[in-house]
């Protein structure tokens, strides 16, 4: 089909075959269909899809080199025209494609494009001139690199995809910045707050868990939907809520400056913010903060993405003191940031540098002990009682690691080398952990405990049937429901055997323990009520909640949820049974 009809003479006068296209054709179909069809179907085969389209568009310039059967000099000035275009325009791009996905979203992404400019000029181009068809063919080239240097990516999406705009598009937080001189601070007395009697202390509720007790909603949300209360803009950032009575906290970016903020509850107006020079920028997530604040009786606690950890007054942000906690340990600031959101035990503040425990003296700041290294991570403590001995958890890169909260001393650890953990760990009703190894690895359950020669682990079982990726999971009447990939799944805690695999959300979850229920919030931010039932996978309700990636998790007290992402951050009364 793609030949042409008679032999012509090549631009170095010899006797010319016609053009053999069909290769070139079908490889950048089939390459367009791995890259961006196959993950659509089958969202876990994305690394596969994007390997693949690197190697056809490597295919693709070996036909041409070796099998299309063009003009020697077309041959080879084609394929290194492709790479000094691709060099030189990988210098002036934006810096978040530049350095998005581990530093190759620039290759990955702009490989099928050029790919692609590059057949359609073949196949277009067959029958011109020598003239014509080479300049066709530098301008081809030239358009499909240099079109990367018009945009910019606002981030990624939970498995690679970016969200490409206009590189000279306002971000959401600069248009923030441009209406902040009209944003007040009112006195407390001045608005119309309540007493709620609202109660969240901080990341993932009152255990860390995700769970709520002693909240019954209605479930028919077509009947009786959740009623928005409050909207407003935010500065960037990824992390959660704190709650007390009518006041909420959270982080946020606004500039140069990382934000530490109070807002009323009821009505979402600011009452104070606390301002610390630094900023933290990656090209997967944006600018930001990424830990949530935790609340212990007066004072708020929060942790910044550079290792900037201050106590405040919770009523008025007032500093009681703060520290350099990456300086303190000498830890280098990761990929990511630092995300631990702190633990406050036996009046210490207890976070993680990555994979290292550092306890400051809650009152004085104070350095108190630094714990084991566990190399990479992104979780944060987690305190648990094994065996009626109170101790701090951390899962890192090496695994699992436990210490005593009073002097950080090395209790157990069990070893499962996996870079960059994210999830927190869960505890079952019989005392075993559940810990989570990423995409890779998937769950395993471990016993852990304490005999006359010490402290021992055991693996119980590994699964790949549930392989979340940074969501973390829930345990609920046996059954561990959390994310396989983007999907919403349940297993079983005794064998690891997948229950149900239900639709794609992507997000991170809080359960209504009292009728087995979830509420999701999905990546896409909206929110879904879906049953936590081993049975079958059952979505009662959804509703958009936020406009744009949601990664940070809701939080809820008595019958307020909130939800927020780097743009905004709104509040909803759930209908209550």
Partial sequence: MFRGRKQVLSGEGTLQKPLLLWPGVVAVLLQWLLMFGLPMIVPKAMAFGLMSGLFLGLMIVVWWAFF?????????????????????????????????????????????????AFVIWAVVSRHLSVGPRRVLMVTAILLACGAWTLVRSDGIFGYGIPDFVWRWSETSEERLLAQAGNESTEPMSSLDATETGAHWPGFRGPNRDGIIYGIRIETDWSASPPVELWRRPIGPGCSSFAIHSDLIYTQEQRGEEEIVSCYYLVTGEPVWKHRDKARFWDSH??????????????????????????????????????????????AMVREWGFTSSPLVVNDMVIVALAGKLIAYDLETGDPCWIGPDGGSGYSSPHLVTIDGVRQILLVSEIGATSVAPTDGTLLWEHLWLESDKIMQPARTADGDLLIAGGLRKGMRRIGVAHGPEGWTTEERWTSIRMRPNFNDFIIHKGHLFGFDGPN????????????????????????LADQDLLLVLSEEGEIALVEAVPDKFTELGRFQAVVGKAWSHPALADDLLLVRNNREMVAYRLPLD
């Fill in 488 to 511: 919403l799944a349940c297993i079983d805690i005794e064998d690891g055997r997948r229950k149900w695999k239900g639709d794609r959300y992507s997000g991170q979850l809080l359960l």
């Fill in 68 to 116: 299309s059967r063009a003009p020697r000099f077309e041959r080879w000035s084609a394929p290194v025209l492709m790479i000094v275009a691709m060099i030189v325009t990988s210098r002036i791009i934006h810096e978040s494609i530049q350095t998005g996905n581990m530093g190759l979203m620039f290759t990955i992404y702009a490989t099928p494009v050029l790919s692609l």
């Fill in 285 to 330: 997530v944006g600018a930001g903060p990424r830990a949530t604040p935790t609340l212990h009786d007066s004072c708020l606690v929060t942790l910044g993405a550079t290792g900037i950890l201050n106590v405040l007054e919770a009523v008025n942000g007032t500093v009681v003191w703060s520290r350099n906690a990456a300086s303190d340990t000498d």
